[in-house]
């Protein structure tokens, strides 16, 4: 498993959050979208929202899971709050996700299947077409410190695409 640079991250704590995000996303696919699913966390483990990609039935192309729920976030919470508060996502955050996890300014972001794994999954999916720009990266060129936890093996994360994007 990849992760942050630093501590070891206890991930008995991550996992059923991280589990809860891929249940989202097997929502989202039920659904009709595509599927990504993310749940905020505050300091205390109490999830307090959760959301899922509505790219499909909303027909917007930036109802991604994570921003959905930065949006409802940031209307709900002040900064000071969301810095203490961690982000699970099925999927590693794409660098649109990634930019708005940033200005809403959530501490922590902890993902399963990486973007890179994301993408030999999708291929050249019209509906998907990948960056190859690590949640990182993006996070490493803004003045706020974002913790990354992840890739995290999770089978089940991988599970939730088989099959949708062959077309």
Request: glycine share 8%; hydrophobic share 35%; aromatic share 6%.
């Amino acid at each position: 498993m990849n992760q942050h640079q630093g501590e070891e991250p206890d991930l008995d704590r991550h996992l059923p959050y991280l589990q809860r995000a891929v249940e989202l996303a097997r929502q989202a696919r039920e659904h009709g979208n595509h599927p990504f699913g993310a749940l905020l966390v505050d300091d205390q483990g109490n999830i307090l929202l959760e959301a899922e990609n509505s790219v499909v039935t909303e027909r917007d192309c930036t109802g991604h899971a994570e921003t959905n729920l930065v949006r409802a976030a940031s209307r709900k919470y002040p900064v000071e709050f969301l810095e203490r508060c961690t982000l699970y996502t099925s999927t590693e955050p794409c660098a649109m996700c990634a930019g708005a996890i940033y200005w809403a300014g959530i501490g922590k972001v902890v993902y399963a299947l990486s973007e890179a794994d994301l993408r030999q999954m999708t291929g050249a999916h019209a509906e998907n077409p990948t960056l190859d720009l690590p949640c990182r990266e993006v996070f490493q060129r803004g003045q706020r410190r974002i913790e990354v936890i992840g890739p995290v093996d999770l089978a089940e994360a991988h599970q939730v695409h088989l099959g949708f994007w062959d077309s």
